[in-house]
Antibody, heavy 121, light 108 residues
């Protein structure tokens, strides 16, 4: 069955970086776009970008351009999302999400369990 | 960027009631719209894709209609387990994706 399992909660100081992993299984890793979405406490969902593992293509939301990097490791079918220059506004739960269809960057169906990142001095 | 206006922001209804949520896009997005359910402390779950298609395994009391700029999500016969926040998400351009602000559904 399709699974996306994310790394555990992180605490960072302002100005630091965080890198979250998303281990996938149950589908052909190189066929599906993977999105990243975040949700600040009590707030709305916010799309951050996607990565296509086959081509290593990426597309980042304008708000995150220059601060976010999405990468992948084919050998272990894992994608990563690194966010730099953290501020308290980046405190949120971050989700990886698989696109619902192969080979096209449609919105997602299967979601990871979420990773809480807390930014605090 | 395409903006999504979702309404209402919250509602309270009785078990068995029909519940309707709307999403309005600032430009034509065709049928590129999903509806998600998010229960407290959990990741969102896909209910409806491409505006009106029921995801596998989702109860048939959930439905979606609409195209272009106006979309509607309906729960026929609200059940206690439907307590959640519901979000629409557009994916028209496949390069920028926007969620509605969410609708919190409670039991009266």
């Amino acid at each position: 069955q399709v699974q996306l399992v994310q790394s555990g909660a992180e605490v960072r100081k302002p100005g630091a970086s965080v890198k979250i992993s998303c281990k996938t299984s149950g589908f052909i890793f190189t066929d599906y776009y993977i999105h990243w979405v975040r949700q600040a406490p009590g707030q709305n969902l916010e799309w951050m970008g996607w990565i296509f593992p086959y081509s290593y293509g990426t597309n980042y939301g304008q708000k995150f351009e220059g601060r976010v990097t999405m990468t992948r490791d084919l050998a272990i079918t894992t994608v990563y999302m690194e966010l730099t220059r953290l501020t308290s506004d980046d405190t949120a739960i971050f989700y990886c999400v698989r696109a619902r269809q192969p080979h096209i960057a449609v919105a997602g169906d299967f979601w990871g369990q979420g990773t809480l990142v807390t930014v605090s001095s | 960027d395409i903006q999504m206006t979702q309404s209402p922001s919250s509602l309270s209804a009785s078990v068995g009631d029909r519940v309707t949520i709307t999403c309005q896009a600032t430009q034509d997005i065709g049928k590129y719209l999903n509806w998600y359910q998010q229960k407290a402390g959990k990741a969102p779950k896909l209910l409806i894709y491409d505006a009106s298609n029921l995801e596998t395994g989702v109860p048939s009391r959930f439905s979606g209609t609409g195209s272009a700029t106006e979309f509607t999500f309906t729960i026929n016969s609200l059940q206690p387990e439907d307590i959640a926040t519901y979000y629409c998400q557009q994916y028209d351009s496949l390069s920028s994706y926007t969620f509605g602000q969410g609708t919190k559904v409670e039991i009266k």
